[in-house]
């Protein structure tokens, strides 16, 4: 991976007012996503998890680790 350089990036990417303007929306973002509730959260990584099953399912013939996989089961 060849190094960042500075003078290439965008003019924007450079202004201090873009950056710290970028960082305190970051920071907001993810204040916001702290206030999320719990149950919220679980549901959110559950479908994520049967996003994941159902990919391994369709791509069969690409090579994936042999980790044990399943979806969570849990009781509402």
């Known amino acids: 991976m060849r190094p960042i350089?500075?003078?290439h990036?965008?003019?924007f990417m450079n202004n201090q007012?873009?950056?710290s303007?970028?960082?305190?929306?970051k920071a907001i973002y993810h204040t916001q996503k702290a206030k999320v509730p719990f149950e919220e959260k679980l549901k959110?990584?559950?479908e994520?998890?049967?996003?994941e099953m159902e990919m391994?399912?369709?791509n069969k013939s690409r090579k994936t680790s042999k980790k044990?996989?399943?979806?969570?089961?849990?009781k509402t």
């Open 44 to 46: 959110i990584i559950i």
């Open 9 to 11: 990036l965008p003019k």
């Open 17 to 19: 007012d873009y950056i």
């Open 48 to 51: 994520l998890q049967k996003m």
């Open 5 to 7: 350089r500075w003078h």
């Open 56 to 58: 391994i399912k369709r």
């Open 68 to 74: 044990f996989r399943q979806v969570w089961i849990c």
């Open 21 to 25: 303007h970028l960082a305190e929306s």
